[in-house]
């Protein structure tokens, strides 16, 4: 069976700071993978998304980057966090190109508050 | 630019009653529509989906709708559980290979 981690758990970060959170996804190959960032209180915002290795499309610039080094690795990156990159982080994953068959699969999450 | 409003951000009902979620999109034609209920500190989990073409989706006590000429979907919880409080996130997608969220309604169901 399909199964996705995502770690840490939780971070606290000075501003500043660099970041770096990863994703894998194990039970599948060729995902699309997806990094959301959600607001206290609100919806997900799609940051970053990636069809293959190597293929990143950013959403919103901003202070994050986002890489897919292996077929079901995808982390995202930053230089030098800012106190509005706090949040909850998401990655997620879904069967492609057929996804309209599919939802999505979410990891547990990464609750991040840059100090 | 594309919209995406959910009813209420939050929603009590009393334990055994019928729970409906509303879902309403502008500037977007989806070619499906996706939900999820999301627990706090936790991923959403994703639970049905429904497709421009159907007009009514089912699973156990979860129901569906999706009329694309008033631009809303409805889901609903019947004999709702105190179990079933949570926050549903409706979702669009289409052509694109991403999906759009909306902001979620928290539902939570009295004993």
């Known amino acids: 069976s399909q199964t996705i981690h995502q770690w840490p758990a939780t971070l606290v970060q000075p501003v500043g700071s660099p970041l770096s959170l990863e994703c894998t996804v194990e039970?599948?190959?060729?995902?699309?993978l997806y990094w959301y960032r959600q607001a206290a209180g609100r919806g997900l915002q799609l940051l970053f998304y990636?069809?293959?290795?190597?293929?990143i499309s950013s959403e919103v610039p901003q202070n994050l980057s986002a890489s897919r080094p292996q077929d079901r690795q995808f982390i995202l990156s930053s230089k030098k966090l800012l106190l509005s990159d706090s949040g909850f982080y998401l990655c997620?994953?879904?069967?492609?190109?057929?996804?309209?068959?599919?939802?999505?699969?979410f990891g547990s999450g990464t609750r991040l508050t840059v100090v | 630019s594309q919209k995406i409003e959910q009813n209420s951000e939050a929603l009590n009902i009393q334990e055994g009653k019928t729970a409906t979620l509303t879902c309403n999109y502008t500037?977007?034609?989806?070619?499906?529509l996706q939900w999820y209920r999301q627990d706090p500190g936790r991923g959403p989990v994703f639970l049905l989906l429904?497709?421009?073409?159907?007009k009514e989706k089912r699973k156990e006590r979860l129901k569906v709708t999706f009329d694309t000429t008033l631009k809303q979907s409805l889901f609903h919880i019947t004999a709702s559980q105190p179990a079933d409080s949570a926050t549903y996130l409706c979702?669009?997608?289409?052509?694109?290979?991403?999906?759009?969220f909306g902001s979620g309604t928290q539902l939570t169901v009295l004993p």
């Open positions: 997620a994953w879904s069967k492609g190109p057929a996804q309209a068959n599919y939802g999505y699969t």
């Open positions: 039970g599948t190959s060729n995902p699309n």
């Open positions: 990636s069809v293959g290795i190597g293929q």
């Open positions: 500037n977007y034609s989806p070619a499906y």
């Open positions: 429904i497709r421009e073409n159907e």
């Open positions: 979702a669009l997608g289409g052509s694109a290979r991403q999906l759009t």
